[in-house]
């Protein structure tokens, strides 16, 4: 069935530096979205890309979808301890279901 | 916040038992989707209603069935409970079901 993974599963950093996580799906998007819940919360709403190879920036975060409408990413610049949470992508394939990727959990140390 | 709600906040069940879980969707919005969300793990699309009619569903038993109501709020029902059952139910509204999905706190459930 359609999966969507994303790499790392986890990742520490220390504030200041960068941090990215990648999406990929074995079979073409519709579209996609990414979320991110903080630890005990919900998913919260980021963004949604739909063009192929479109990028899209908020403040220290840039997302991007790949050419070929498979792979995502999201890159955080410059981290803050704020940045700390779960981010997931999600995507749809032609149906109204949304699948979502296995997540990347953000550790910021001080 | 959302404007999302849902209720209860969290519960207890044995196996075996039914449950009902409740969710009143944001202002506006006529598409409502539930989620499973197991410990650590991303959710899984469980169904979404449309303006009262089922719109989709992901690869859940039968005995995972859902209601949506006039005013867009939208029940989900889990009978004969199994220990697996045991994860953080989501419920998320939206105005259709390609956009932005709005996620409300949970409902924590616990199946002994």
């Known amino acids: 069935g359609q999966q969507v993974m994303q790499i790392p599963q986890y990742q520490h950093v220390q504030e200041g530096e960068d941090f990215t996580t990648y999406c990929n799906s074995s079979?073409?998007?519709?579209?996609i979205q990414w979320y991110k819940q903080r630890p005990g919360g919900h998913p919260v709403f980021l963004i949604q890309?739909?063009?192929?190879?479109e990028v899209k920036k908020q403040k220290r975060l840039t997302f991007q979808f790949g050419e070929a409408k498979k792979n995502s990413s999201l890159h955080i610049t410059a981290t803050q301890t704020t940045d700390v949470g779960t981010y997931f992508c999600?995507?749809?394939?032609?149906?109204?279901?949304?699948?979502f990727g296995t997540g990347t959990r953000l550790q910021v140390f001080p | 916040e959302t404007g999302v709600t849902q209720s209860p906040t969290h519960l207890i069940k044995t196996r075996g038992q039914q449950v009902t879980l409740r969710c009143s969707s944001q202002?506006?919005?006529?598409?409502v989707s539930w989620y499973q969300q197991a410990l650590g793990q991303g959710p899984q699309f469980i169904f979404q209603?449309?303006?009262?009619?089922?719109?989709g569903r992901g690869n859940f038993p039968p005995r995972f069935s859902g209601l949506q109501f006039p005013n867009y709020s939208s029940e989900l029902n889990v009978n004969a409970l199994e220990l697996d059952d045991s994860a953080l139910y989501l419920c998320?509204?939206?105005?259709?079901?390609?956009?932005?999905?709005?996620f409300g706190p949970g409902t924590r459930l616990t199946v002994l």
């Open positions: 202002s506006g919005h006529n598409t």
């Open positions: 890309l739909v063009k192929s190879g």
């Open positions: 998320a509204s939206s105005f259709t079901s390609y956009n932005e999905q709005f």
């Open positions: 999600a995507g749809t394939y032609n149906t109204d279901k949304l699948i």
């Open positions: 209603y449309y303006r009262e009619e089922e719109n």
């Open positions: 079979t073409t998007l519709s579209n």
